[in-house]
């Protein structure tokens, strides 16, 4: 019987260094909420993005 992970997510990949105090924070809510840090990295951006105005459809940006 060969089981089928989840599918990939149509994704990018984001590294970045981050102060330790809020990473620290980042994972202590993630944590409290049961989700994983990106997730709760999404669903902030998600937030502040909205809060901005910034449309969900504009054009995508090539890797570079």
């Not at 992970?5 to 944590?31: C, E, H, I, S, W």
């Not at 504009?58 to 570079?64: G, I, N, S, T």
């Amino acid at each position: 019987v060969m089981h089928m992970g989840k599918p990939r997510k149509d994704g990018q990949r984001f590294n970045m260094v981050m102060d330790r105090t809020l990473y620290n924070r980042l994972a202590f809510y993630a944590d409290e909420k049961g989700q994983t840090m990106t997730l709760a990295i999404e669903r902030f951006l998600k937030q502040c993005l909205d809060e901005a105005g910034v449309p969900e459809d504009v054009p995508r940006k090539e890797e570079q």
